[in-house]
């Protein structure tokens, strides 16, 4: 996840207004028309104002919501709606400092009317329709606000948002809003507008940047967990809001929540849209959260002749982090995963860390974590890696993550076979009847391209039994650079998928090489492949049936290993070679779903007989 800031806005509205004049996403002339101009008529029935780039002058309307952090300013409302549904009666007006006005105040706002992008004109994020530098009246107080729109599972429609205009490269924002015919309309068509919710489930955990997801549908793709699944590229799961309070942290505590609890009574507040999730109701009145006691799940025993294969991304794992986070870690390999044979291990950082120093070796991480596996009353794993060339796989610089295999020597042994460096591929061998890899452990085909700045992957031969079975250990690209749900192009422009495509192209052609010398060979890929299982990487993965992704042995509304922005979605996966078909398969959720995790991912264990 990449790191989040407050962005100032006082210089960045002119210029994300200049640009957009420029580039045609705005239109508007230098001024308005004398006549009345009310909110209404400047949010339009459109996403981009039909004043952009104007100054209004004496707005009337009544402040339903002030912010005196980050984006300052506040908002106010038309109380005397017009009667038609796609424009909105309130706005925001960002005045950079903490605004000298109160909820209730009526006020007459002159000031430049203008489109701001929340994380540029490059991110592909909607705009908020605004009022910047502002001169501001206060002509009463304590006046009633406009009655709030309630935003609730019969008021949301079920497809997310129109097609994207062709002639406008997919752009959205100049068609009509049709709020009864979609969500993403309905949202825009509430944007700066008082709204609210009643008793709604949490989808998605609150966070560090306190803030939470709810639905208003309570039977969109539900887990029995209290998630709501993203099973598709059309399942968008309209439902979802994401939550955030007013009032300054220090003066009010944002509640905990996990997923499947309850945020009881009204929330309300204005509806206002930002760079990390979109369409956000601004809570001048949370509800209380209502805890439904949600457990963290543990997986069952493999049995004598099973084995235990998983795969967990542990969160950038290194010496400096807390012996608290090895020793949650170590918990949970012991008491959740229940002591798989063979972990794959994604995000172990090197010796010391973030720091970047041109260290590689990641020994002491390793120790550390093994030794708390121990202590937590595991076995006493042994592993095998591959160090990086240094700040060439990607994720923070100097930490040079990379996989790792841990194994139970007591139950699984490894075949090394050495040579194995960062630059050095490892190849398919036949021996007698039986593939084998020229290095163990090996990285498959470094130089290609597809792992520019990226994890190579892993792979290990392994036997159990007296039988062999190869494992690759993989962490594909991220979706950095991937445009939201929210975005103003629909669909959005996904453009992290073009590297995974060709990541999934380089394994799935490994795996052919490894049932080429071997039909019935073993082979299970494994790791953070950072894409759905219903995604073109999968396919990719799956092509001419060299491998099945597991996961979709679960039922659909358990198929999920992470959870982001309130949908519970696929990124971690273990996928099988045909000779594995039958199999046990479980995403144990500890992780993603919990305010307090020691990952944000959740493991993923498979058991079969080989």
């Known amino acids: 996840m990449s790191?989040?800031?407050?962005?100032?806005?006082?210089?960045?509205?002119?210029?994300?207004?200049?640009?957009?004049?420029?580039?045609?996403?705005?239109?508007?002339?230098?001024?308005?028309?004398?006549?009345?101009?009310?909110?209404?008529?400047?949010?339009?029935?459109?996403?981009?104002?039909?004043?952009?780039?104007?100054?209004?002058?004496?707005?009337?309307?009544?402040?339903?919501?002030?912010?005196?952090?980050?984006?300052?300013?506040?908002?106010?409302?038309?109380?005397?709606?017009?009667?038609?549904?796609?424009?909105?009666?309130?706005?925001?007006?960002?005045?950079?400092?903490?605004?000298?006005?109160?909820?209730?105040?009526?006020?007459?706002?002159?000031?430049?009317?203008?489109?701001?992008?929340?994380?540029?004109?490059?991110?592909?994020n909607q705009s908020v329709t605004q009022i910047s530098k502002p001169t501001v009246a206060v002509f009463s107080s304590g006046n009633a606000l406009p009655a709030p729109v309630t935003v609730s599972a019969k008021s949301v429609p079920a497809a997310y948002a129109p097609e994207g205009d062709p002639a406008a490269a997919g752009s959205i924002n100049a068609l009509p809003l049709n709020p009864r015919a979609y969500a993403l309309d309905y949202y825009e068509s509430l944007e700066g507008s008082n709204v609210r919710i009643g008793t709604s489930r949490v989808v998605g955990a609150s966070n560090s940047f306190s803030e939470l997801w709810v639905t208003v549908k309570p039977h969109e793709h539900d887990s029995r967990r209290g998630a709501t699944v993203y099973g598709s590229y059309t399942s968008q799961n309209t439902g979802r809001l994401k939550i955030q309070q007013l009032a300054p942290i220090a003066e009010r505590p944002f509640p905990k929540a996990n997923v499947g609890d309850?945020?009881?009574?009204?929330?309300?507040?204005?509806?206002?849209?930002?760079?990390?999730?979109?369409?956000?109701?601004?809570?001048?009145?949370?509800?209380?959260?209502?805890?439904?006691?949600?457990?963290?799940?543990?997986?069952?025993?493999?049995?004598?002749?099973?084995?235990?294969?998983?795969?967990?991304?542990?969160?950038?794992?290194?010496?400096?982090?807390?012996?608290?986070?090895?020793?949650?870690?170590?918990?949970?390999?012991?008491?959740?995963?229940?002591?798989?044979?063979?972990?794959?291990?994604?995000?172990?950082?090197?010796?010391?860390?973030?720091?970047?120093?041109?260290?590689?070796?990641?020994?002491?991480?390793?120790?550390?974590?093994?030794?708390?596996?121990?202590?937590?009353?595991?076995?006493?794993?042994?592993?095998?890696?591959?160090?990086?060339?240094?700040?060439?796989?990607?994720?923070?610089?100097?930490?040079?993550?990379?996989?790792?295999?841990?194994?139970?020597?007591?139950?699984?042994?490894?075949?090394?076979?050495?040579?194995?460096?960062?630059?050095?591929?490892?190849d398919v061998v036949r021996e007698g009847r039986h593939a084998a890899l020229t290095l163990s452990p090996g990285r498959i085909d470094p130089a290609n391209a597809a792992w520019e700045n990226s994890r190579k992957p892993l792979a290990g031969e392994f036997t159990f039994r007296g039988r062999t079975v190869f494992v690759i250990a993989n962490h594909f690209g991220s979706k950095g650079g991937d445009e939201a749900l929210t975005s103003h192009h629909q669909p959005p422009v996904r453009s992290s998928e073009a590297k995974r495509l060709l990541q999934a192209q380089a394994v799935n052609g490994f795996v052919k090489e490894i049932l080429?010398?071997?039909?019935?060979?073993?082979?299970?890929?494994?790791?953070?492949?950072?894409?759905?299982?219903?995604?073109?990487?999968?396919?990719?993965?799956?092509?001419?049936?060299?491998?099945?992704?597991?996961?979709?042995?679960?039922?659909?509304?358990?198929?999920?290993?992470?959870?982001?922005?309130?949908?519970?979605?696929?990124?971690?996966?273990?996928?099988?070679?045909?000779?594995?078909?039958?199999?046990s398969y479980d995403s144990v959720h500890i992780n993603a779903e919990f305010a307090d995790q020691d990952s944000d991912h959740d493991p993923q264990v498979v058991r079969f007989r080989p």
């Open 262 to 426: 309850v945020l009881t009574g009204t929330t309300e507040g204005p509806l206002d849209f930002n760079q990390f999730g979109g369409y956000t109701l601004t809570a001048r009145t949370l509800g209380t959260v209502t805890d439904e006691g949600l457990e963290r799940e543990s997986t069952r025993v493999q049995r004598r002749g099973e084995l235990a294969v998983a795969t967990y991304n542990v969160e950038n794992l290194d010496p400096g982090d807390p012996q608290d986070k090895f020793d949650a870690l170590a918990g949970s390999v012991v008491d959740n995963l229940a002591s798989p044979d063979i972990m794959a291990l994604e995000e172990i950082q090197d010796n010391n860390g973030a720091k970047n120093d041109g260290t590689v070796a990641a020994d002491q991480t390793l120790k550390k974590f093994t030794d708390a596996i121990v202590a937590a009353g595991g076995p006493a794993y042994e592993w095998r890696t591959v160090d990086p060339v240094n700040n060439k796989d990607g994720g923070e610089p100097g930490g040079n993550i990379r996989q790792v295999f841990l194994f139970n020597p007591e139950r699984v042994s490894f075949t090394d076979r050495a040579g194995g460096d960062a630059t050095t591929a490892t």
């Open 3 to 124: 790191a989040r800031s407050s962005v100032p806005r006082s210089a960045a509205v002119a210029t994300v207004v200049a640009t957009a004049l420029a580039t045609g996403l705005l239109a508007g002339s230098s001024s308005a028309s004398a006549a009345e101009v009310r909110i209404h008529d400047i949010q339009g029935t459109t996403r981009i104002s039909p004043l952009a780039g104007q100054q209004v002058t004496d707005v009337q309307g009544i402040v339903t919501g002030v912010r005196t952090y980050g984006s300052r300013g506040f908002w106010f409302q038309d109380p005397q709606a017009d009667d038609n549904a796609a424009t909105s009666e309130g706005i925001f007006v960002f005045t950079g400092s903490a605004p000298a006005v109160a909820v209730g105040d009526a006020v007459k706002v002159s000031g430049l009317v203008g489109e701001f992008i929340p994380g540029g004109t490059n991110s592909g």
């Open 516 to 583: 080429t010398a071997q039909r019935n060979a073993d082979v299970l890929v494994v790791g953070d492949i950072n894409d759905f299982e219903f995604s073109a990487t999968t396919k990719a993965l799956t092509d001419g049936g060299a491998l099945y992704p597991a996961i979709k042995a679960l039922p659909r509304s358990e198929r999920y290993s992470y959870v982001f922005q309130g949908n519970a979605q696929v990124l971690d996966q273990i996928l099988t070679s045909p000779s594995i078909d039958d199999f």
